[in-house]
């Protein structure tokens, strides 16, 4: 058996496949290409369904969210690999499946090694302790930090995403659903088309600031 | 269960299931749309954006606010979300801010981008009053030589009229020793206020653009630090400020009820703390306005950051 891998493929630059299976370069390209439905993402659907996953995880306070999510992957990627088709489920629909599966052994795993409980507690349950406050200095320089890579991200940023977003989330209450109207109205979509076009540039900048701040 | 059912949850239900309350029955169906429908994932992740950027907004109420506390902010993903939300706020504010000099008036307008400090001074309304008492003592002097000129001229005229300019002068002379005694008092007062240590900032209206954040220096041994907020523009008769910890959310102070001022062509609303309720970090000070119908309405975020030496 192969040791895991980063897989870098299609723009995708921290895939992690590991675990008790990995995979071949052909076999995560057919996982990829199964996942696209036919219409190639260049790597935008795994990492959509990924992020979905882990917020999966996340809401049932999962603290290792990440892990359990690439698990989920791999398993699939597995399990493709060893039918070589899967067709009763659309591919999102079996991910969630084994999501459910991954899940429900990580709560076993849990109990069974006597691991506290706020770590794998169900929605409506408390989740771990909250975090201790931060001394006035060092929230204050995060802060700085957060404010600085913000910058920078935006600038990666097409100038009309980087306008978009700061105008989107712009405002309070009945002003910011009156400026949403009226960017909708002045780029020509719907609401419902803007608010997803503003979801995914959101997204990519939180990830963007993520890995800025942790860089730093 | 068929896709279409995604259309029958409410923003409250997905609300609710994003804070952990959602019965488990609807949580474990909305847990599998969330992942394995796109439509109906986007949505969701665009009304976490705007709860948590309510939350940050410090708009959050009730049992929302209680479920956000408790189970939202149990998770490290999700409170660096929270993070993320406030620094694009403060982000957008410093960018409104960036405009403010230019929309403020050069009277207004502080000499220095820091703050000016004036130790061992009284505080701005006993400068004011003196200030108004000053005028008008120099008025009423300069009022009474005229009359005492007018009496002179009038006695070599008629009697009658020379007694209505001396009974005019006794009466302004009531009135200056009237103005007199207040002036006295103000100053008698004067050495109370001189006591405290106070240290001023004068915030401009938060617009769009980027700035550096005003910043109050603090010297050791200050007593109270006075905000002087200024309105874009004056729509309500009072106004409330609620001081609080941009990092947190956390209220640190709240105003009374306080009605604007005018200085210069412009409105301001001014507030004073005890300094020593002041930490070295960020602040925003939150203005909502109050109408006499009981509406309330924010009007402006006014971020400045304390330093103390």
Same mark, same amino acid.
């Given at each position: 058996?192969?040791? *895991?891998?980063?897989?870098?493929?299609?723009?995708?630059?921290?895939?992690?496949?590991?675990?008790?299976?990995?995979? +071949?370069?052909?076999?995560?390209?057919?996982?990829?290409?199964?996942?696209?439905?036919?219409?190639?993402?260049? *790597?935008?659907?795994?990492?959509e369904l990924r992020r979905r996953l882990v917020l999966y995880f996340d809401r049932r306070n999962c603290?290792?969210a990440?892990?359990l999510a690439?698990?989920t992957?791999?398993?699939?990627?597995?399990?493709?690999?060893?039918?070589?088709?899967? +067709?009763?489920l659309s591919?999102t629909h079996y991910c969630y499946v084994?999501a459910k599966?991954v899940f429900l052994?990580?709560i076993?795993?849990?109990?069974?090694?006597?691991?506290?409980?706020?770590?794998v507690s169900a929605p409506g349950r408390r989740g771990a $302790?909250l975090?201790?406050?931060?001394?006035?200095?060092?929230?204050?320089?995060?802060?700085?930090?957060?404010?600085?890579?913000?910058?920078?991200?935006?600038?990666?940023?097409?100038? $009309?995403?980087?306008?978009?977003?700061?105008?989107y989330y712009?405002g309070e209450q009945q002003e910011k659903i009156q400026r949403r109207r009226?960017?909708a109205?002045?780029?020509?979509?719907s609401a419902n088309a803007l608010s997803i076009r503003a979801c995914r540039?959101r997204t990519?900048?939180e990830?963007?600031?993520?890995?800025?701040?942790?860089?730093? | 269960m068929p896709s279409s059912d995604k259309f029958a949850y409410d923003d409250e239900l997905l609300v609710r299931y994003l804070l952990g309350v959602a019965p488990a029955d609807q949580a474990e169906r909305l847990d599998e749309l969330s992942v394995s429908d796109d439509e109906f994932a986007w949505r969701l992740t665009g009304l976490e954006n705007d709860l948590v950027d309510i939350f940050v907004r410090g708009e959050l109420r009730g049992e929302h606010l209680k479920q956000f506390n408790s189970f939202y902010l149990s998770s490290p993903k999700r409170r660096q979300k929270v993070?993320f939300a406030? @620094?694009?706020?403060?982000?957008?504010?410093?960018?409104?801010?960036?405009?403010?000099?230019?929309?403020?008036? $050069?009277?207004?307008?502080?000499?220095?981008?820091?703050?000016?400090?004036?130790?061992?001074?009284?505080?701005?309304?006993?400068?004011?009053?003196?200030?108004?008492?000053?005028?008008?003592? @120099?008025?009423?002097?300069?009022?009474? $030589?005229?009359?005492?000129?007018?009496?002179?001229?009038?006695?070599?005229?008629?009697?009658?009229?020379?007694?209505?300019?001396?009974?005019?002068?006794?009466?302004?002379?009531?009135?200056?020793?009237?103005?007199?005694?207040?002036?006295?008092?103000?100053?008698?007062?004067?050495?109370?206020?001189?006591?405290?240590?106070?240290?001023?900032?004068?915030?401009?209206?938060?617009?769009? *653009?980027?700035?550096?954040?005003?910043?109050?220096?603090?010297?050791?041994?200050?007593?109270?630090?006075?905000?002087?907020? +200024?309105?874009?523009?004056?729509?309500?008769?009072?106004?409330?400020?609620?001081?609080?910890?941009?990092? +947190?959310n956390?209220?640190?102070?709240?105003?009374?009820?306080?009605?604007?001022?005018?200085?210069?062509?412009?409105?301001?609303?001014?507030?004073?703390?005890?300094?020593?309720?002041?930490?070295?970090?960020?602040?925003?000070?939150?203005?909502?306005?109050?109408?006499?119908?009981?509406?309330?309405?924010?009007?402006?975020?006014?971020?400045?950051?304390?330093?103390?030496?």
């Open positions: 058996m192969l040791p *895991g891998f980063e897989v870098e493929y299609c723009g995708l630059r921290r895939a992690h496949v590991k675990k008790a299976w990995t995979s +071949t370069q052909g076999a995560f390209r057919e996982f990829l290409h199964w996942l696209d439905e036919g219409v190639d993402s260049d *790597g935008e659907k795994y990492l603290l290792n990440d892990d690439d698990e992957l791999s398993r699939v990627a597995q399990k493709l690999q060893e039918k070589g088709e899967i +067709t009763d591919p084994i599966f052994e990580h076993r795993r849990a109990e069974h090694s006597h691991a506290s409980l706020e770590e $302790a975090p201790a406050q931060q001394p006035p200095d060092a929230a204050s320089a995060a802060g700085e930090q957060m404010l600085d890579c913000l910058d920078r991200c935006l600038k990666k940023l097409p100038p $009309a995403d980087g306008d978009l977003i700061l105008d712009q009226q960017i109205v002045r780029l020509g979509v540039i990519k900048l990830a963007c600031v993520r890995s800025c701040c942790a860089k730093d | 993070e406030e @620094g694009l706020r403060q982000f957008q504010q410093r960018a409104a801010m960036a405009d403010a000099p230019a929309s403020v008036p $050069a009277n207004v307008r502080p000499a220095s981008p820091r703050m000016f400090i004036i130790p061992r001074s009284s505080l701005q309304w006993g400068f004011a009053v003196a200030a108004v008492l000053l005028v008008v003592f @120099g008025y009423l002097i300069f009022d009474n $030589a005229r009359l005492r000129r007018e009496v002179g001229d009038a006695r070599a005229h008629d009697g009658s009229h020379t007694q209505q300019l001396e009974k005019e002068l006794a009466d302004q002379r009531a009135r200056n020793a009237e103005i007199q005694k207040e002036l006295e008092r103000t100053h008698q007062s004067k050495p109370e206020l001189d006591q405290l240590k106070t240290v001023s900032l004068l915030l401009p209206p938060p617009t769009r *653009g980027l700035s550096a954040i005003k910043t109050a220096l603090v010297p050791r041994g200050t007593d109270l630090v006075v905000l002087v907020l +200024t309105l874009e523009s004056a729509d309500f008769p009072e106004y409330r400020v609620t001081l609080k910890d941009p990092a +947190t956390k209220v640190v102070w709240r105003s009374a009820e306080i009605e604007p001022t005018p200085m210069g062509d412009r409105t301001v609303v001014s507030i004073s703390l005890r300094a020593d309720r002041l930490r070295p970090q960020d602040y925003f000070a939150e203005v909502t306005g109050l109408s006499p119908a009981n509406r309330t309405e924010i009007v402006g975020d006014y971020a400045f950051r304390v330093v103390l030496r």
